[in-house]
Antibody
Framework: QVQLVESGGGLVKPGGSLRLSCAASGFTFSDYYMSWIRQAPGKGLEWVSYISSSSSYTNYADSVKGRFTISRDNAKNSLYLQMNSLRAEDTAVYYC????????????????WGKGTTVTVSS | EIVLTQSPATLSLSPGERATLSCRAS??????LAWYQQKPGQAPRLLIY???NRATGIPARFSGSGSGTDFTLTISSLEPEDFAVYYCQQRSNWPFAFGGGTKVEIK
């Protein structure tokens, strides 16, 4: 079945780095735009970044621009988020999600989500 | 940057009652708005896209309406599994912001 599984979360000190991964299965990964969404403890959702199906286009929230890098490997059906210069406010559950495409149109909404991986930034 | 404001923050209702949730945008997003449901410890689930289209597998008791700056999610008759937090999200302009959420709780 269609599935996204995140990994790579953990405890890191402020200023440190982490690389999140998301393994996709059950669908043609290379056909879909993909995104990272995060949710701080007890808070709402924040769209962090997204990447086009061929990696030609990426975009970032201002809060992470210059510190985070999204990438993908379509041969490995995998999505990544390299997070550098981490701050306490980056503490959150990070979800990988696929962006829906309807009749060939990318709709910028997420229909398949992973269960999330927790990132904690603390000294 | 477009800001989405959801109201009320909490809605206390009984099973079988009608729920009406509001999402207001700081500027027009046309019909480019979605609704998600999130239960504790779970990822969000897409319910409605482009203001009024139900996503695959979503029951007919969920409906969306609105355009421009004012949108509504209606749950016609609450089932026990519908008690959750609901978020709206716009795709008109980057960043594709989410609203702050409305919690639908059992009265």
């Amino acid at each position: 079945q269609v599935q996204l599984v995140e990994s790579g979360g953990g405890l890191v000190k402020p200023g440190g780095s982490l690389r999140l991964s998301c393994a996709a299965s059950g669908f043609t990964f290379s056909d879909y735009y993909m995104s990272w969404i995060r949710q701080a403890p007890g808070k709402g959702l924040e769209w962090v970044s997204y990447i086009s199906s061929s990696s030609s286009y990426t975009n970032y929230a201002d809060s992470v621009k210059g510190r985070f890098t999204i990438s993908r490997d379509n041969a490995k059906n995998s999505l990544y988020l390299q997070m550098n210069s981490l701050r306490a406010e980056d503490t959150a559950v990070y979800y990988c999600a696929s962006i829906i495409t309807i009749f060939g149109v990318v709709m910028d909404y997420m229909d398949v989500w992973g269960k999330g991986t927790t990132v904690t930034v603390s000294s | 940057e477009i800001v989405l404001t959801q109201s009320p923050a909490t809605l206390s209702l009984s099973p079988g009652e009608r729920a009406t949730l509001s999402c207001r945008a700081s500027q027009s997003v046309s019909s480019y708005l979605a609704w998600y449901q999130q239960k504790p410890g779970q990822a969000p689930r897409l319910l409605i896209y482009d203001a009024s289209n139900r996503a695959t597998g979503i029951p007919a008791r969920f409906s969306g309406s609105g355009s421009g700056t004012d949108f509504t999610l209606t749950i016609s008759s609450l089932e026990p599994e519908d008690f959750a937090v609901y978020y709206c999200q716009q795709r008109s302009n980057w960043p594709f912001a989410f609203g702050g959420g409305t919690k639908v709780e059992i009265k």
